[in-house]
Each structure stands twice: as C-alpha cells, then as structure tokens.
C-alpha cells in the first residue's frame, strides 16, 4: 500500500513515507558497470526503476553487454565508455544526464587490484592503483556531488574491501587505495551532509568475480575459505543489495557515513574462525 507522507508523521514516521528511490526516478551512475559487482548493481537498481548509466573503461566489455535482456529498456539503461581518471569526460558524463532524470545515486565500483609483496610492489603499480581506486572514485564523487547539490540531494557509495579495513599480505597498493576510499567517504558524509548528500561504503570479502579470478591463486581461496565464518565467497548479488539499501531513502536515510561488510563475517572475526573441534 502506498502511503502518504502525512501517514508517516502520524504513525512516528515508521511508515513508508517517501516513494521508492528508483522509482521516485533520477539517475543513478555506476562505475566498473560492465563487469561483476558494478553489473550486479546496475541490473538490480533497473529492476528497482532507477535510469542507469552503466560507465566503464572497458568498450569489448560494454560492447558485450547490448544484447543483455536486463538492460534491453535503452530509456533506462545507457552504457557509457568513461575512464573514471579523466576529469573531463566524468564532468561531461556527469553534464549529460537529462535534467528530467538527475543525478540521485552514486556506486562507484570501478577498481583494480593486485596481489603483490610490499617489497615486490613498485611505485609505479602504487601509482596506477591509486589512480583508478582513489582519484578515481574522488573525481567522480566531486562531478557528482556538483550535480546532486543542484538537484537538492542524492546519495553515494563507494564499494571499498575488507582489505582497506584489515591488512591482508599481498596488498599493500590495493588495501592502502581501499584504506583513503573509507577515509574520503567519511570526509565528504560530513561535508555533504547539509546538501543532503548520504555517503557510505560497502566493503566486500572475496566475491566471485572477474576480478577476484585474477587475484586469487588456489592458496589464496583455501586462505579465504579459512577465513571467513561463513565459508563461501560472496556473489555480486550480495554485494548489490547492500548498495541499494544504502541508496534507497525509505530504508537508509539516516545512515551516512558508515561502512557496511558485505564478507561472511570476516571482519568481526579473530584468530579462532570455526568452532573447536573439543
Ligand atoms: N571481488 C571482490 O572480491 C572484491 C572484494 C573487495 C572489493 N572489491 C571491489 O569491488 C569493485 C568491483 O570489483 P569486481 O570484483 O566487480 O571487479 P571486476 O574486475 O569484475 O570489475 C571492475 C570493473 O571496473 C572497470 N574499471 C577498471 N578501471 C577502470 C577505470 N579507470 N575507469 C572505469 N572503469 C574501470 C573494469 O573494466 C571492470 O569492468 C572494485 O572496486 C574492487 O576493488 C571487490
């Protein structure tokens, strides 16, 4: 049942006050949009009603994606060839969005990662990591946060790791980036709080993705699997409904500056992840 927004006062503002995010129908920008946990937002908030603006670096990787039935609605789901390290094509991207669809919603799932030994980890590796996974998600954040001021509001999140969280070996370039991505975020829920900006990060475990694929040897997943209290990699999906819990006003408007773990218990765990064995 749909209420009004005076039902919401009346019953302590419990109530569904507000109408669906998607639905209330702005766009919504997802970067890494072509493959993995940026795909599974994306096809979650069409189904949710959102305009999706599908950006990614990878042109074969959208060019495979025209055919996908979920984002057949060309009203609705527009890919995009976007670098997130070029300021100007984000400020054009950002420019480009139909004022009768603006700018709501932020998910920056654009990254990449390696896995290295600090000392093996050169700086130029350092460089190129930070680039895409913190001045990245930093040029996009402030394109955004431009528009979203004009349009009266709007939220962002970040898709971190739990490896900015806790130092996993391997990672010193990736879990640093995904370190400055948390910190930035924090920065700007504070700063964009008045505007009505809401900035949060989900921090994944390992999912199952093309990434993950890539970074992960079998020592790797045998270490994760020990790690992990539910004992399972993550699926994208996973991740995309924490991301649009944390878009949808009706479920998280007062929820900003907060990372959520999205990884099967494991930053709540320590040293004893199964139980004893007696
Ligand atoms: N999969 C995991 O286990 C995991 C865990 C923690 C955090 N994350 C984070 O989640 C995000 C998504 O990861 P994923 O596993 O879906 O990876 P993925 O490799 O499947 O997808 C990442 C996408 O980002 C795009 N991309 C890379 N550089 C770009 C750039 N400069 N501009 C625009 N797009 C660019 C790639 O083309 C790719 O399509 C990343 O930020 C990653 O660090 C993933």
Redesign the pocket.
């Known amino acids: 049942m749909v209420r009004s927004p005076e039902a919401g006062a009346s019953d302590g503002g419990c109530a569904e006050a507000r109408p669906s995010a998607g639905a209330a129908a702005g766009t919504a920008l997802v ?10 937002v994306a096809r979650l908030l069409l189904e949710e009603g959102w305009r999706v603006l599908l ?4 042109a074969a ?1 959208l060019a495979a994606l025209r055919d996908d039935p979920a984002l057949a609605d060309a009203a609705r789901a527009q890919l995009l060839r ?5 300021e100007a094509a984000v400020a054009r991207a950002v420019q480009d969005i139909p004022a009768d669809r603006p700018l709501k919603a932020v998910v ?6 390696h896995n290295l030994p600090f000392e093996q980890t050169s700086v130029e590796l350092l460089r190129r990591i930070v ?3 913190l001045v ?1 998600t930093f040029i996009v954040c402030q394109a955004a946060a431009r528009a979203m001021r004009a349009a009266g509001g709007g939220a962002i999140v970040n ?6 969280l806790r130092a996993n070996a391997g990672r010193a370039a ?1 879990g640093a980036s ?1 370190a400055a991505v948390e910190m930035l975020s924090k920065v700007m829920a504070v700063e964009l709080a008045p505007l009505g900006i809401r900035v949060n990060t989900v ?10 694929a ?3 040897g079998e020592a790797d997943r045998r270490a994760a699997l020990a790690t992990v209290p539910l004992r399972r ?2 699926r ?1 999906q996973d ?1 995309a409904r924490a991301v649009a819990f944390l878009l949808d006003e009706r479920s998280s408007s007062f929820v900003s500056g907060e990372t959520l773990c999205v990884d099967g218990g494991f930053a709540a765990a320590g040293a004893f992840v199964h139980p004893a064995s007696g």
């Open positions: 970067t890494g949009a072509a493959s993995g946990i940026g795909l599974a950006a990614d670096a990878d990787a976007l670098d997130v390290t070029d920056n799932s654009a990254g990449i990662g680039d895409v996974n990245g898709i971190s790791s739990g490896s900015g990736y995904k921090a994944p475990g390992p999912i199952e993705t093309p990434l993950v890539r970074m992960h990699y993550g994208p991740v």
